[in-house]
Antibody, heavy 117, light 111 residues
Framework: QVQVQQWGAGLLKPSETLSLTCAVY????????WSWIRQPPGKGLEWIGE???????NYNPSLKSRVTISVDKSKKQVYLNLTSVTAADTAVYYC???????????WGKGTAVTVSS | QSVLTQPPSASGTPGQRVTISCSGS????????VNWYQQLPGMAPKLLIY???QRSSGVPDRFSGSKSGTSASLAISGLQSEDEADYYC????????????FGGGTKLTVL
């Protein structure tokens, strides 16, 4: 059964804003943080940030100036916005449920985003 | 480079035991629990080990985790061909405002 579903624009031009949605289909939404992670082609995983149901966030300092993670509790959805994208932001973006400090037990399938002029 | 250091590659033959190391510092592994993920080609990462040495649901007991000081290890015994994957360690780093950190990943080849 689908537990987390992600979607968003897959092709962006430089300087545009990346916007992704993560819809949660598990009962336990409010008791967890929900994280965004990305993986550039052929490279490793990078933590972007996280949010809980009340809107408390933590961000990767290297991306903090461009990232906003938000939540809609009524819809059980988590959102990622990344402004002023460049080719370096080309990656597969994942949404994941956080049990405790980077212990992430449920992952979305990932959304591939390409930044190209 | 990554805050957590992993060997880029590891290998073993079927049935062998292999270990993958993850080295950090007092602000991350030394202060927080370590988690391990397995990523098969084209797939999302899957949680293998959480809180240093706890196996995630459905993970065979061939997989085990351990931690000592500022280093952690993932051991895979009775290596099988389906274990060929990328493996990542992950933890929280308490420096500055805190952030999640991953190791650079280790590609495991079953010869």
């Amino acid at each position: 059964q689908v537990q987390v579903q992600q979607w968003g624009a897959g092709l962006l031009k430089p300087s545009e804003t990346l916007s992704l949605t993560c819809a949660v289909y598990v009962d336990s939404f409010s008791g967890y943080y929900w994280s965004w992670i990305r993986q550039p082609p052929g490279k490793g995983l990078e933590w972007i940030g996280e949010i809980n149901y009340s809107g408390s966030t933590n961000y990767n300092p290297s991306l903090k100036s461009r990232v906003t993670i938000s939540v809609d509790k009524s819809k059980k959805q988590v959102y990622l916005n990344l402004t002023s994208v460049t080719a370096a932001d080309t990656a597969v973006y994942y949404c994941a449920r956080v049990q405790q400090l980077m212990d992430m037990d449920i992952w979305g399938k990932g959304t591939a985003v390409t930044v190209s002029s | 480079q990554s805050v957590l250091t992993q060997p880029p590659s590891a290998s073993g033959t079927p049935g062998q035991r292999v270990t993958i190391s993850c080295s950090g510092s007092s602000s991350n592994i030394g202060s927080n629990t370590v988690n391990w993920y397995q990523q098969l080609p084209g797939m999302a990462p899957k949680l293998l080990i959480y809180r240093d040495d706890q196996r995630s649901s459905g993970v065979p007991d061939r997989f085990s985790g351990s931690k000592s000081g500022t280093s952690a290890s993932l051991a895979i015994s009775g290596l099988q061909s389906e274990d060929e994957a990328d493996y990542y360690c992950a933890t929280w780093d308490d420096n500055l405002t805190g952030r999640g950190v991953f190791g650079g990943g280790t590609k495991l080849t079953v010869l």
